[in-house]
Structure formats: C-alpha cells, structure tokens
C-alpha cells in the first residue's frame, strides 16, 4: 500500500488512534521508505532562467562570473567555468554580490549636503541640479585629487585621460597596501605586473605571511591551484607557512611557524645561508654571487641559523630542514607577503625572501614564478595609480593646508581606511568634496555632493586581472539587469559616464561618450588583433560573443621567461635591521588582518558576509580580538570579556576570543568594522532586529602607528605595538562554534599519514 | 514531429568531500545561504546558538601553540539511507526519495522537532521566526525554492530544485543526465574543488571514482546510518595514532 495524501489525510481523521497504531503495532519498514506524492510532477514547466557572463567587483581582481537572472531580478552569482581566472569557482565574497546590488542602503540618486561636514545629513536633489553645482565647484580650483581604489581596464583609461587633461592628481587606494610587493616584483624581476605563482604544480610551497587562501591577490585562483596541489596530482605537495598569526592559509599548512614580527628577512636570509653552506651545488651561482658580492658563505655568515634564532624564534634544526626540502623538491616556490612586507623592514624582508627563490632557479619553471605578459591593447595596470602611505599622508596635509582643496573619490573609503592619521580632519578643509560612491560611508559622509554610481550588477566595464593566469586576459563586464534605481531624473548612474559627461561639460572632448562606447574601444583593438579564445570577421558577432563568454583571452600569450636577477645584496644586508621590539607599555604586537568575509570593510554592509563564520574563530558580527588562551588565563580575560587594545596611536574596543593557536606575543584583530555611516539598515525577526554595519564593532586600522617601510613609504600595517585591558562588559561574541555540537571528540578527528 | 520519451534512469545521489582539500573559505556556506533563501543569521541569532546553516564548516583545535593545527570539516545533511529522522516524524513530512535523497515537505511538518532531536548530524534546523527580509532584498530570493515560514523544520536538499530542473532540462532535450549536469550550490561554489557531487549508479560518475579510496570514511559510521555523504581523510604526516580513519 502506498501512502498517498487522500489516504493520509483519511489516517489523520481517525486522530489519536491512527498515532498509536504507528507506535504500538510498528509499520513495516517499506511503509516509511515510499515515495511522497509530493515530488514534483513531470509535465512541469520551469521558470525560464537566463545567464549573463559578467565581472566580479567584490575583490578587485577581474574573476569572471555568470549572474543567473529570472524575470530580470538577478538570483545566483557562480563563477564563469570558461573564465581562466575563476574557471568556475567562487569565493564567500563573490556568492554575496547580490546583496550589493539589492542593498537597502543604495542611495537612490544624487544627493546634496544640508548639514556639517561628515553628520551625513543630505537631500535628494536631480541629477540636472546635482551637475548644475558640481560644474562650476570643477572650475577654478587650486588642485583637484581623484582618489578611487585600484582600478584596471577601459575606466582606467577613462579615468586617466580625465586626470591627464584636467590637471586632476589621481590617487588608488590599498586599504592593505601591497607597495612593498609591487616595488619587489619590479626591482628584482623587472616585472610591472604580478607573476604567476604555480602553487597548482609545485612540490614544497614555503610561504611567508601570504594569507593567499583568504585574501591575498586572487584568493580564487589560488584555492583552485591548491586543491589540485593537495589532491590534483600523483603526489601531495607540502606547504610550510611561516607568520606570526595563524591564518587560514598556515591553518591549511602542513607546518605553520611562528616567527616574531618582523623577523621573516632574518629566516630567509638563514636559510639562503643553509643553502649555501650545505646545499652549494644545486643553486643558482650566479644569484650567489650577486647576493655575496663573491664572498661566498662567509658573506652570510652573520645569518647562520645560530645567530638569527634569538631573534626569530625559528631553531637551527627548522632552518635546515626547510633548506633540505627546498633543495631536494623538484618544485619549489617561496612566497612572501601579507605581513611580512608590512614591517618597517617590509622591502628587505620581501628581497630576501625572493631572492630564494632566484637562488633556488624556481624563476621561469614549472611550479615556480612565471611572469604574466603586460595587459593586452588598451589595457591599464590597476597598480599603476596606487599611492603610498607617504603621499596619503601628504595628501592629507596638503588639505589641512588648503593646497589641495578639491576630492573626488570613487570606490575608496579613505575616512575610513586612513583612520589612523585622521585623513578625515585634512578632508574637512576642503572647499568641495564629490562622492560616486553607491552607499552613504564615512567618505561619502563627508561629501558636498554625492553622484551615486551604479553597481557593477548594472554597468559596463572591463577588467586586465593582476595576477593574471599567465597570459593575457581581459574580464569583460556588462549589465545583468536594468539599475535598480530609476527614479524620474533621479536614480544611478554609472561612474564612468559621469566622469565623461562632466569632461565634456568642462568643454573637453573625451575620446568616448559613454563606458559602453570605451567598452567597446577596448574590443576594437581585441577584435583587430585577430587571436586569442574570440576572433570574427565580423565585429558585432565578435563583441556579442566576448560578452557571452564573459571576456577575451589569449592562451598563446606569455609573459618573458626570465627576468634581470637581482637579489639581495650584501650591501643591502650591511644596513641595520631594526628588530621590531614591544615594550614595557605595549608588550603585544598586533597582527591585524584582512577578514575573509567582509575584508578592508567594504562588505559590511552586506548581512550574508557579515553572518559568515570567521575560518579560524568562527565568529561573526562583531570585532574580535584574538589572544592565546593560557595568556588570557594569566590576565583573567575570558571568551566575550570586552577589552580596549591600545597603541600609541589611540584605542579600540573588542570582544575577547582566547585561542590555543596565537602566540602570547600577538594579539591579531580583523579589519572591516567599526563604521560611522556604513550599512545601515535593520534584519532579523522583528523581536530583535539590529543594524546590519552602522556602529558595530571597531576598526582596527584606527589604531595602527603611522611607522613606514624604510625603502618605500608604504604602511607598515603590521608594525604596532599594543597593550590590552578588560572594560569590565561582557558580550556574547556571537559565533557559530557551539550553534551544534561536533561531531567528533577531542583528538579523534581522521587523518591518515600521506603515502610515501 | 515524433517526441521520443527518453525514460530516465535510475539516480543515486552522493556527495564527497574531501576534507584534505577544504580550506574552511566559508564559499560553501554562503551559496548554500543565497541559492535556498535561508533567512538572514543576524548577531541575536548567532549569539542564541540558532543560527542556520545548511551547509557548515566544522573547526577543530589540535594541540596547543606553538604546536597547534586548525582542522576543518565541512558538514551538511548525510542523506542517510537509513535516516534516524524519517521514522520518528509523526505527520512523514520527512521521508525518503527513490534518489536516495531524504526530503523534507515543509507544508506538512508541523513542528515537533522529534527529527532535530533524532539527527546524530546536527542538520537539521527549525525556523523559530518567520523570515524576514528588508524590502528591497527579498528581490534576490530564489523562485525555485520554498520560503520556509515560522514553525517548520528546514535543511540540506542536495539542491533538489537543481537536481529537478536538470532533468527536466534533459527530458526535454531528449537525453539523459550526464555527469557534472547537476551541482548543488555549495559544491559549485567550492574554490578548491573539495566537494564532488554526482549518480554513485553511474560507474563513470567522478563520485564513483572515489568509491575505492583509501581515505574514504563516514561520520559517524558505527551508527549504521548508510551516509550518502562520503569523506576523505585529511592527509598530515605529523598525524598522531588515531581510533578513527
């Protein structure tokens, strides 16, 4: 007999006396197992779903998507399985796009300043008022700066005839500057644009403080060459990570090494003396020489692993045996960033780490450091325009000064970011201020006039993705759905289409009038080179078809093989190395890092990023501070406690989570919250609801001392010295550990060894 | 025109994860949020231990610094094929699937939780509230699938929605399902490939590939549940003895 609903529903009208029937008499177990009526029927007709291939701009980093569209309402973002960036995949970040584009904190079109600078207080004014009064605030200024964040591709160029003509200072922000690194790929290996790095191919990674699963450059190209690293070849390659936080990518390390801050040059430079030492005959003697000036080992004698230990924690025996297992792989890669190039000794730590790799001739090969070919036609580095902490602060000063007194600023938050040295009170001198951006934030705030931009759900654009995959690449980006908001002479407008409106309206004439028209510029100079995944004789099918597949590649292009080699060298290694020291005062260094959900704070506002477990402490909503446990013990802090950390710079606020896996040196801090304007708006059952980022939790870069890398102004983010004390509060740190129990006891976790 | 009936074959739906190459990213959980419109987690929800999460990344702490490891299990219904929840609901608003899938009808259940209770997995989750979303968010919910009102049990279908438009798409198409047709959202998502899903009935599935692997193992196997969900060990030569794996 099956059950059906009818027969069911007859059971239920016999009530009490059909329940004990099941318990008492039991009901044959092929009675429990039938199949519901429910399924859904066959002659069914589905809603109709269409895909558009588009660009992910949660990241920066041109990873191609597809956005699943039903009745014009954009439904699912996954990543575009032709792309050869995302081939596919997605990151957490990615997967929340939606809710950039449906955010209720949108503002619905341009807006004016009624009240003080930075209250945020505003009215909505038409587009043809907004440009009537931004007009004429363009004309006759002293000195206009464009600041935005890293941006590539055809806006980059739109961007740059803007500034070039206009006399405009264009400024990118990096919220977790990668200065160091840029300055360290174009001096030793002559490069523009970042390598390949073949974790995919590679046998040993040894990595320095590049959290390269979570955020590092293109977390999603790199998750995909590690799951093929772990599990994709015959063999499973080893990686070594050696920071002093554990961070998702030294949690996923087969060896994590804690090594106190700073130091990483030091551990290079010990095993570059190991490899020399011991292991003379397998590296490169041309990088030896370079690097001894000739001398030979005795050149490096002062890093010998005796000598550094002290300093760096790492003993002579972890030393060596890294030195072995780069030697005797046949695949080796270093890596090196993160916080080990954010010290005061940023570029020497990131010389010497690299320079191993120039020692090891991992330069050129299979599972080492390829380098990508510059951005095919048209294209635009989107590091180009990146500015230091030095001219941030500069720029500062010059408003305080009245030197510069106009701001664009588009896609940055630098009230936000540059916290620490109040780039807020420097803004505030200015006599005009425009935003682009899409949301009210602390920028914004600040601003006389908001032109707020599209999404990039509804605008058109092209990205060069740096790190490319190895040859060129060009992320195509168009509107998935119509903009959201289009009110009556109100509404968004692109970014791009603005800038080249008020370009004209200056009486200029731009070379496009509109980023569609630039778009497609850009696909002219692609379409007349006749090569690569999309060629036509015909240049409407060519542009359809490069917007259907999302972008333009080139597999056949490549970047050089080598490069100049230029290590590190003994001059350079003669300059004092200051130790990174914590005192008496601030006996903690503090690590901050980049949160993998809603990273430098720009997902803040989006209530699926903000509700994603933290990898290592699981918690979410609110601003963590981590802390080893026994030490936490030691100063009666527990799970929850509030506590202020403070630096020389200022303080903040957080909840305490002990762990078992920091170092009792460190306290580490994610970035992101802590926003004045941010977000706000409520979720949540209507007992409880709670602003999604307004005023929730603090931001940690407020509390970073402004102290530099020594060789090129960038911010040594990582280089602040802290002390922590309890408020006295307790807040539940809402976290997902303990939502259910595990399901496996202490220990009993399955591993198996790897299989030699 | 003649329309040939292809008659569909018989489907055997499993997923494995293997745990060696999970990165704990979080990328999983998320998709899983945005393709099911499961009700936004926010901080109160956390911090009652109520939050939903059909799909969840388990953290494990070994050892204590400086000789610690992190190690992460990604968790979702097993899909048992002797499912401890089925038998216990009163009204069979949980029952079992000729897919192997077990499926949970939301407008029969009536909320008794017997089933939340009877899950050695902890997947199953309650909707304490009725879901709410701001105005201009609900824009994204997904047309496919149900929104689970207040008082009935929800978790992991194996993205049944998906799984159903597949072969619909197949049938009209005149052809059978091929391997990789179908990926639930979480698999999808995964940057590191870490999770497979596919017919364990089609001996040329990538799901059958793993069949034989060494590192293959269940949770909680000693309970006799007949997981559809199947693990591979995670992979560590510092690995001390273990009961398990």
């Known amino acids: 007999m099956?059950?059906?609903?009818?027969?069911?529903?007859?059971?239920?009208?016999?009530?009490?006396?059909?329940?004990?029937?099941?318990?008492?008499?039991?009901?044959?177990?092929?009675?429990?197992?039938?199949?519901?009526?429910?399924?859904?029927?066959?002659?069914?007709?589905?809603?109709?779903?269409?895909?558009?291939?588009?660009?992910?701009?949660?990241?920066?980093?041109?990873?191609?998507?597809?956005?699943?569209?039903?009745?014009?309402?954009?439904?699912?973002?996954?990543?575009?399985?032709?792309?050869?960036?995302?081939?596919?995949?997605?990151?957490?970040?990615?997967?929340a796009g939606l809710q950039v584009l449906y955010n209720p904190d949108r503002l619905t079109g341009p807006m004016k300043r009624t009240g003080n600078r930075g209250l945020g207080e505003f009215e909505p004014i038409t587009w043809d008022e907004a440009l009537a009064e931004v007009l004429p605030k363009l004309t006759g200024t002293k000195s206009v700066a464009m600041i935005t964040d890293p941006v590539s591709g055809s806006l980059g160029r739109v961007i740059k005839e803007f500034v070039d003509r206009n006399g405009t200072r264009h400024m990118a922000l990096e919220s977790m500057e990668q200065t160091v690194l840029t300055r360290t790929v174009r001096d030793m290996f002559g490069q523009e644009v970042m390598p390949v790095f073949d974790i995919s191919n590679a046998d040993y990674v040894l990595n320095f403080g590049a959290d390269f699963l979570s955020t590092w450059l293109s977390p999603v190209q790199y998750s995909r060459a590690y799951g093929e690293f772990r599990q994709g070849h015959g063999h499973r390659g080893t990686l070594v990570h050696i920071e002093p936080r554990m961070s998702m990518t030294a949690a996923n390390a087969d060896k994590w090494h804690y090594v106190t801050p700073g130091t990483e040059g030091l551990v290079a430079l010990s095993i570059a003396y190991v490899l020399v030492k011991d292991f003379a005959q397998d590296i490169d003697q041309e990088t030896l020489s370079l690097m001894t000036g000739g001398g030979g080992v005795s050149a490096l004698a002062s890093y010998a692993p005796e000598s550094t230990v002290d300093a760096t924690g790492l003993t002579p025996e972890v030393i060596e045996n890294i030195a072995h297992e780069l030697t005797k792989s046949e695949h080796s890669l270093v890596i090196g960033g993160g916080a080990a190039a954010a010290h005061i000794n940023g570029l020497f730590n990131m010389r010497a780490i690299y320079s191993l790799n120039l020692l090891l001739g991992n330069i050129g090969k299979k599972g080492g450091i390829r380098f990508n070919p510059e951005?095919?036609?048209?294209?635009?580095?989107?590091?180009?325009?990146?500015?230091?902490?030095?001219?941030?602060?500069?720029?500062?000063?010059?408003?305080?000064?009245?030197?510069?007194?106009?701001?664009?600023?588009?896609?940055?938050?630098?009230?936000?970011?540059?916290?620490?040295?109040?780039?807020?009170d420097g803004a505030k001198n200015a006599k005009t201020i425009i935003s682009f951006s899409s949301f009210l934030d602390e920028s914004s705030a600040l601003a006389d006039i908001i032109l707020p931009d599209h999404t990039y759900l509804e605008s058109w654009g092209d990205h060069d993705p740096d790190p490319g995959p190895g040859y060129q690449t060009v992320t195509f980006q168009q509107p998935v759905v119509f903009p959201f908001n289009q009110d009556v002479g109100r509404g968004t407008r692109s970014f791009g289409d603005v800038l080249l409106d008020l370009d004209s309206k200056l009486g200029n004439s731009p070379s496009y009038s509109n980023m569609k028209e630039a778009v497609r510029a850009r696909a002219t100079k692609l379409y007349d080179q006749n090569r690569g995944s999309v060629q036509s004789g015909n240049f409407e099918a060519f542009w359809i078809s490069?917007?259907?597949?999302?972008?333009?590649?080139?597999?056949?292009?490549?970047?050089?093989?080598?490069?100049?080699?230029?290590?590190?060298?003994?001059?350079?290694?003669?300059?004092?190395?200051?130790?990174?020291?914590?005192?008496?005062?601030?006996?903690?260094?503090?690590?901050?890092?980049?949160?993998?959900?809603?990273?430098?704070?720009?997902?803040?506002?989006?209530?699926?990023?903000?509700?994603?477990?933290?990898?290592?402490?699981?918690?979410?909503?609110?601003?963590?501070?981590?802390?080893?446990?026994?030490?936490?013990?030691?100063?009666?802090?527990?799970?929850?406690?509030?506590?202020?950390?403070?630096?020389?710079?200022?303080?903040?606020?957080?909840?305490?989570?002990?762990?078992?896996?920091?170092?009792?040196?460190?306290l580490s801090v994610p970035t992101g919250l802590g926003h004045k304007h941010y977000g706000n708006f409520e979720i949540g059952p209507d007992m409880f609801r709670s602003l999604v980022g307004k005023g929730r939790g603090s931001n940690v870069m407020a509390i970073?001392?402004?102290?530099?890398?020594?060789?090129?102004?960038?911010?040594?983010?990582?280089?602040?010295?802290?002390?922590?004390?309890?408020?006295?509060?307790?807040?539940?740190?809402?976290?997902?550990?303990?939502?259910?129990?595990?399901?496996?006891?202490?220990?009993?976790?399955?591993?198996?060894?790897?299989?030699? | 025109m003649v329309i040939e009936v292809i008659e569909r074959q018989t489907r055997k739906w499993q997923m494995v994860v293997d745990v060696d190459k999970c990165t704990g990213c979080q990328a999983c959980v998320i998709a899983c949020q945005v393709e099911n419109n499961?009700?936004?987690?926010?901080?109160?929800?956390?911090?009652?231990?109520?939050?939903?999460?059909?799909?969840?990344?388990?953290?494990?702490?070994?050892?204590?610094?400086?000789?610690?490891?992190?190690?992460?299990?990604?968790?979702?219904?097993?899909?048992?094929?002797?499912?401890?929840?089925?038998?216990?609901?009163?009204?069979?608003?949980?029952?079992?699937?000729?897919?192997?899938?077990?499926?949970?009808?939301?407008?029969?259940?009536?909320?008794?939780?017997?089933?939340?209770?009877?899950?050695?997995?902890h997947v199953r989750f309650f909707n304490f509230w009725e879901p709410v979303w701001p105005e201009s968010l609900r824009n994204h919910l997904n047309p496919d699938v149900t929104v689970r009102s207040r008082g009935v049990m929800e978790k992991c279908t194996f993205c049944v929605q998906r799984i159903r438009r597949g072969e619909l798409d197949a049938d009209r198409e005149g052809r059978q399902l091929k391997d990789g047709d179908i990926q639930p959202a979480c698999a999808q998502a995964c940057p590191t490939d870490a999770l497979v899903f596919g017919d364990i009935s089609d001996s040329n599935s990538r799901v059958s590939g793993f069949a034989e692997n060494k590192r293959?193992?269940?949770?909680?196997?000693?309970?006799?549940?007949?997981?559809?969900?199947?693990?591979?060990?995670?992979?560590?030569?510092?690995?001390?003895?273990?009961?398990?794996a």
């Not at chain 1, 020594?710 to 990582?718: E, H, V």
């Not at chain 2, 897919?99 to 259940?109: A, P």
């Open chain 1, 2 to 95: 099956t059950i059906t609903r009818r027969n069911f529903l007859k059971w239920s009208g016999i009530g009490a006396l059909g329940t004990v029937v099941f318990a008492g008499c039991g009901i044959p177990e092929e009675e429990l197992l039938v199949q519901s009526p429910a399924t859904m029927p066959e002659d069914m007709v589905t809603g109709l779903e269409a895909w558009y291939a588009t660009s992910c701009a949660q990241c920066n980093n041109g990873e191609g998507i597809i956005v699943r569209i039903i009745e014009g309402r954009a439904i699912k973002i996954e990543g575009n399985p032709d792309h050869p960036v995302s081939k596919g995949k997605t990151s957490v970040r990615s997967q």
């Open chain 1, 375 to 424: 951005p095919a036609d048209f294209g635009i580095d989107k590091r180009d325009a990146v500015a230091t902490f030095q001219d941030w602060k500069t720029l500062r000063d010059d408003l305080s000064s009245g030197k510069t007194d106009t701001l664009l600023i588009h896609g940055a938050n630098p009230a936000y970011t540059l916290e620490s040295i109040n780039f807020t």
């Open chain 1, 546 to 666: 490069v917007l259907q597949r999302g972008g333009w590649w080139d597999e056949k292009s490549s970047g050089p093989n080598e490069g100049p080699t230029k290590p590190i060298t003994s001059a350079e290694m003669a300059a004092e190395y200051d130790v990174p020291n914590t005192t008496a005062e601030y006996p903690f260094h503090l690590i901050p890092f980049e949160s993998n959900s809603i990273t430098d704070g720009r997902g803040a506002n989006q209530p699926w990023l903000q509700a994603a477990p933290d990898p290592l402490s699981t918690a979410t909503w609110e601003t963590w501070v981590e802390i080893n446990a026994k030490k936490a013990d030691e100063l009666g802090i527990k799970e929850g406690d509030e506590v202020e950390i403070a630096s020389s710079t200022g303080f903040i606020n957080a909840l305490a989570y002990p762990n078992p896996a920091s170092s009792p040196e460190v």
């Open chain 1, 704 to 756: 970073i001392n402004p102290v530099q890398d020594k060789d090129t102004g960038a911010l040594a983010w990582s280089d602040t010295k802290v002390n922590i004390k309890k408020t006295g509060k307790w807040i539940r740190l809402p976290k997902f550990e303990g939502v259910v129990p595990p399901q496996y006891e202490e220990g009993l976790f399955p591993i198996v060894k790897p299989e030699h």
């Open chain 2, 38 to 121: 499961v009700a936004l987690n926010s901080d109160e929800i956390f911090r009652q231990r109520r939050a939903t999460e059909w799909i969840r990344i388990e953290r494990y702490w070994e050892g204590e610094f400086p000789n610690v490891k992190a190690r992460f299990l990604p968790v979702l219904c097993q899909q048992c094929g002797n499912a401890p929840c089925e038998p216990v609901c009163p009204v069979f608003a949980t029952y079992h699937n000729d897919q192997g899938l077990n499926v949970q009808v939301y407008n029969r259940c009536v909320g008794t939780r017997y089933c939340q209770n009877n899950c050695p997995y």
């Open chain 2, 216 to 244: 293959k193992f269940h949770l909680r196997e000693e309970l006799g549940t007949d997981t559809n969900v199947i693990y591979l060990a995670k992979v560590d030569a510092e690995a001390k003895d273990r009961s398990h």
